[in-house]
């Protein structure tokens, strides 16, 4: 196997690393559409709480998710250093707001190992799983998975066809 061929078996890809708390979390960069900072946005009358409301950017009407309170990481303080990544998942912009964007990882599929099992205590499934950068261990969020859930409720994943 020549050099080429060694590239090509441990292709990279990159991740956008980001702070929640003192955990640090990644998400697959090519769904990262831009990163902002916080901004007041309008609530939605018995969303949950993780859901902070809605923001207009550029028409399109936006979601914005506090994934501190999603994933219990402490809590949120909004401020100027307060983060918002908004993403095209599914062909549709939502934002999550997160304490701080650290860096571009690379990682290959060997460095990435499947998240634990944590039984009932704990629902892994939107972890795609954890890699050691540098001195700490980085959570891989399968955000996809998270932002299409039912838990979510933001995509209609269903349409049975009726009208009522």
Known sequence: ??????????????????????EHYALDITSVKEIRGYEPVTKIANA???IKGVLNLRGDIVPIIDLRIKF??????????????????????????????????????DEVRPPPEFGVAFD???????????????????????ISSEELGLFDSHNDGGDK
């Open 48 to 50: 949950p709480p993780f």
């Open 124 to 146: 892994s499934q939107y972890l795609h799983g954890l890699a050691s950068v540098g001195e700490h261990m980085v959570i891989l969020v399968n955000i996809e998975s998270l």
């Open 72 to 109: 219990n990481v402490g809590e949120p303080v909004y401020n100027e250093f307060t983060i918002v990544i908004m993403l095209n998942v599914l062909d549709r912009i939502v934002g999550i707001v997160v304490d701080g964007v650290s860096d571009v990882i690379r990682l290959t599929d």
């Open 1 to 22: 196997m020549n050099t080429a061929e060694q590239t090509i078996s441990h292709e990279q890809n990159e991740y956008l690393s980001f702070v929640l708390s003192d």
